[in-house]
């Protein structure tokens, strides 16, 4: 999976403009490349290196535009380091920014409300270049937002739940994506859903299935675990041919969920709907993510047995809490004094510690999540989750999603790999072309504590 904004932002230039898309975990950006406008997105941790890029495209003469829920959040912080902000949704802002762009009135922010979701449009899914990553599968978005309201996640206060209309999702699969035909066409028919929660609304989710059940297509999405309590909706993905859930389990520990306000998971049903999911052909995935308020050193020691205990276990993202400054977690955090000296906007990367958690000593966390990696991206534990999970489910593509989805849990073992970093805030340098670029140019680092 990679990010779609830049295939979105595409979609949205006129017909007269060349567009060209980068995306720098696959290809290197070309520094002398002669642009007019270049669009940023990133994430927070990559704040100060899209700094460092629009400071050297800019003293070039190009031009530099920053969006998405960093530069929608810090403006004003944004506003000096490039030329243009779009703080509101694209499909807005995007044709106004380029139509003042092309009279040389080009304004230093953009807020327009944002569209109604039928005004959503087509992604550029021809500028995807798929032999940069020969295991990418086009994106799709049927809705954005979520209903729900965890204390830790970037939506929360934000974004209200909207769908689009499901012919229009339809239309898109049907005519407008374009496939990954690599290793003998084996995803020619793949793609994943991008929304935060394909499952806000499970009317919708049932329908939206029911439309795509005559497509054939395989698919996979992230949803809530709620939603996959009610057998309709399992019985509906499977045939509609989704093989890939992700779900935010986060924590196996009541009080850690409780202190995030997750109350949408109930852990004594966790065992027996990963199971239900299995045995329906639905590759269940979940992330985990410690050092949030309730974890203790007991339960983190315990956690590798826990996960044990589960039988159709299959781990794909494991986190450090992270107190993203948009949300209310971020605001009883500082509040109460523990936003960790010294943190800096790269450290918002999930995996570095930014706080001190109620119950636990920064360093036990960052031990124990280190621990936690290593153990569950090991390859015995490949081995049985192929052993336990291969036959469960006879369903088409079913073996397949199960088999790629090993390197994605041995890659687990990379989170932390980087040896010159404590992956604690305020004691890890910035990455070194960043920080000597910064240095050079005078770029101010943006402090969060
Ligand atoms: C694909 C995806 C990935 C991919 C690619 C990530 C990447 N670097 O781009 C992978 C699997 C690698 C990934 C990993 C991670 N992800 Co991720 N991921 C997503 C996902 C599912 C879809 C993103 C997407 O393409 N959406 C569709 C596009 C069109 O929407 P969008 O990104 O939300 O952007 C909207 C606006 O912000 C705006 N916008 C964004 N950029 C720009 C730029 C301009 C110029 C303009 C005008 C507008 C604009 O336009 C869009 C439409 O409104 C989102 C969930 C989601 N639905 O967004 C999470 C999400 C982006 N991921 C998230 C997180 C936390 C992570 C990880 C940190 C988790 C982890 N610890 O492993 C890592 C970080 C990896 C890394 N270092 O890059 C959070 C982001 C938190 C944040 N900083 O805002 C999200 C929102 C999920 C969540 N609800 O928590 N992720
Ligand atoms: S359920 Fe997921 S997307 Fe929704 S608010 Fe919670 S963390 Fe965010």
């Known amino acids: 999976m990679q990010s779609a904004v830049p295939e979105l932002i595409a979609g949205l230039c006129p017909d007269h403009a060349e567009v060209e898309i980068y995306n720098e975990k696959e290809i290197n950006i070309p520094l002398d490349r002669d642009w007019d406008l270049v669009f940023f997105s990133y994430l927070h941790s990559y704040y100060e290196h899209t700094k460092v890029l629009s400071a050297l495209f800019r003293q070039r003469g190009i031009k530099t535009v920053a969006g998405g829920r960093h530069a929608s959040h810090f403006t004003r912080d944004c506003e000096q380091f490039f030329d243009a902000v779009v703080a509101g949704e694209p499909e807005t802002n995007v044709p106004a920014l380029i139509r003042d762009f092309e009279r040389g009135e080009m304004k230093s922010t953009y807020n327009l409300p944002p569209a109604v979701p039928a005004d959503i449009k087509s992604y550029r899914y021809d500028l995807i270049d798929f032999s940069h990553n020969r295991v990418r ?123 995030m306000n997750k109350r949408q998971n109930k852990i004594s049903e966790v065992d027996e709907i990963i199971r239900k999911c299995f045995a329906s052909g639905i590759l269940l995935s979940f992330g985990l993510i410690v050092g949030s308020d309730g974890d203790t050193n007991e339960y983190l020691e315990r956690l590798p047995d826990y996960l044990s205990e589960l039988k159709y276990f299959s781990i794909t993202f494991l986190g450090i809490m992270c107190p993203y400054p948009e949300t209310p977690l971020f605001h009883k955090i500082k509040g109460e004094g523990r936003l960790l000296p010294g943190t800096i906007s790269r450290d918002y990367d999930c995996y570095t510690l930014c706080h001190r958690p109620t119950s636990m000593h920064p360093s036990e966390v960052v031990d124990h999540f280190r621990r936690l990696c290593r153990k569950v991206g090991s390859i015995s534990r490949i081995g049985r989750y192929y052993w336990t999970n291969l036959m469960a489910s006879a369903m088409p593509s079913y073996k397949l999603t199960i088999l790629g989805s090993g390197p994605e849990i041995i890659s687990l073992k990379n989170n932390i790999r980087n040896d010159r970093r404590r992956y604690i805030a305020g004691l890890d340098s910035l990455e070194q072309w960043d920080a000597d670029v910064m240095q050079e140019l005078q770029i101010p680092v943006q402090r969060l504590s």
Not at 151 to 175: A, D, H
Not at 204 to 217: G, H
Not at 230 to 241: E, S, V
């Open 137 to 259: 599968m086009p994106g799709i978005e049927a809705s954005r937002g979520c209903p729900f309201s965890c204390n830790f996640c970037v939506l929360t206060g934000w974004e209200t739940y909207r769908y689009r209309p499901i012919k229009n999702v339809i239309n898109e699969i049907e005519f407008k994506v374009r496939w990954n035909r690599h290793y003998f066409g084996l995803l020619k028919n793949s793609f994943m859903f991008l929304d935060n929660n394909l499952g806000g609304s499970p009317v919708y989710l049932r329908e939206l299935c029911a439309a795509l059940t005559p497509l054939k297509k395989t698919w996979g999405c992230a949803l809530t675990f709620n939603v996959l309590r009610d057998d309709r909706n399992i019985k509906a993905l499977a045939n509609a041919g989704c093989r890939y859930i992700y779900t935010g389990l986060e924590s196996l520990n009541p009080e850690s969920l409780e202190s």
